[in-house]
């Protein structure tokens, strides 16, 4: 499960640096959780994730509740990752914190 937190991780850090570089509003929130769901969607179909549809093997939530005034203030975006790895519907949370030279990924729980 480590592994696949991690390698799942690093793909969507990588995947999605382009967006410090873009306005932290509505839009990028939105280009985010697509971007994300698109590859949460392949690794789901690869089999990597537990559920029949993609809502029970994983959810993205990015919006302006993840993203409050301080944290754009900062020049930080905000996005939290449920991955169902054992059942359905059950998810292990992860954070990820992206800012113009630097990214942060951390396991909160399930």
Avoid: H, Y
């Amino acid at each position: 499960m480590r592994r696949l937190f991690n390698a799942v991780g690093r793909s969507i850090e990588l995947g999605t640096g382009w967006m410090v570089f873009e306005p932290n509003d509505l839009t990028l929130w939105k280009s985010i959780r697509r971007d994300i769901t698109a590859f949460l969607t392949s690794v789901w179909r690869d089999g990597a994730l537990m559920g029949r549809t993609p809502q029970e093997a994983f959810f993205v939530k990015c919006d302006e509740e993840t993203n409050p005034a301080d944290q754009r203030d900062q020049g930080r975006v905000i996005a939290l990752i449920g991955l169902a790895v054992v059942k359905p519907a059950e998810f292990v949370i992860f954070r990820l914190s992206q800012w113009a030279g630097g990214a942060q990924t951390d396991v909160m729980g399930g």
